[in-house]
């Protein structure tokens, strides 16, 4: 214990950065496990798909869902999605929804605010598009 202690007072920037990091590590999977959206891989995102007929929220931008989306996928840019404007996906608040980007990371703050719209069923899409695409899994472009 007393080396933990003079390498502390030794160093107090790389101390406060390890106890900085513990912290962020903690919180990070705190709210991931108290969080109502679970994040799906592409296999889980086809199974939901086919068994549980869950539908695909796209939040990329019109531009980048015109290119190339998922077959059925919606488009509801993150923009939409934080001014309320959800009148595309409104009837689908008790079905399961996998909400998706380019890479998994806005998709995430976009299923967690449709969580707190009282969606029931959120999931979130990880990897996004990159990933989907990755894989090789169908797109289609409109």
Same mark, same amino acid.
């Given at each position: 214990m007393q080396e933990y202690i003079e390498f502390a007072s030794n160093n107090p920037a790389l101390s406060l950065a390890w106890v900085a990091i513990a912290g962020f590590l903690i919180y990070s999977?705190?709210?991931s496990a108290m969080?109502?959206?679970?994040?799906?891989?592409?296999h889980?995102?086809?199974?939901l798909m086919n068994?549980?007929?869950?539908i695909i929220v796209d939040v990329r931008t019109a531009e980048h869902?015109?290119?190339?989306?998922? %077959?059925?996928?919606? @488009?509801?840019? /993150?923009?939409?999605?934080?001014?309320?404007?959800?009148t595309m996906i409104e009837k689908y608040k008790?079905?399961?929804?996998?909400?998706?980007?380019d890479t998994g990371m806005n998709s995430g703050r976009a299923a967690n605010? %449709?969580?707190k719209? @009282?969606?029931? /069923?959120?999931y979130n899409l990880s990897g996004g598009m990159a990933s989907w695409q990755e894989a090789n899994l169908p797109t289609v472009k409109k």
């Open positions: 999977f705190g709210t969080s109502k959206v679970k994040s799906v891989n592409n889980e995102a086809t199974t068994k549980e007929n869950a869902y015109r290119k190339s989306h998922i %077959l059925n996928a919606i @488009n509801v840019p /993150t923009a939409d999605i934080e001014a309320n404007k959800l008790n079905t399961p929804i996998i909400v998706m980007c605010r %449709l969580a719209m @009282n969606f029931t /069923t959120v």
